[in-house]
């Protein structure tokens, strides 16, 4: 059985950090492209970063602010988010088996998601 666990979210004030992990069991975790995504109510749902092998990709809004990371050892992605802005506030979810391009991240070919994580920025 594959699971898929996200974990870091919080509230934290304009120009604050967090770290969110993404662990995954079931799976051969190295075998696969893995990222975030992000939903904000009433928005549609927003690639954030992908990381296939070590090449990251980042969507546009978080470029040079989120860095993304693995440990294939560890079975874990990281999200590591910084110079955070009330637009950032959304649910995050990991998913495993995305569509990982060098400028691009789709969900098209996702085989699994997390039940993901509430990020909240306060201005």
């Known amino acids: 059985q594959v699971q898929v666990v996200e974990s870091g979210g919080g509230l934290v004030q304009a120009g604050g950090s967090l770290n969110l992990s993404c662990t995954a069991s079931g799976l051969p975790f190295r075998n696969y492209a893995w990222g975030w995504f992000r939903q904000a109510p009433g928005k549609e749902r927003e690639g954030v970063s992908c990381?296939?092998?070590?090449?990251?990709t980042y969507g546009d809004s978080v470029k040079g602010r989120f860095t993304i990371s693995r440990d294939n050892a560890k079975d874990t992605v990281y999200l590591q988010m910084e110079s955070l802005k009330p637009e950032d506030t959304a649910m995050y979810y990991c998913a495993v088996n995305l569509a990982c391009g060098t400028s691009s991240i789709a969900a098209i070919t996702i085989t699994h998601w997390g039940q993901g994580t509430q990020v909240t920025v306060s201005s």
């Open positions: 990381i296939w092998n070590n090449s990251p």
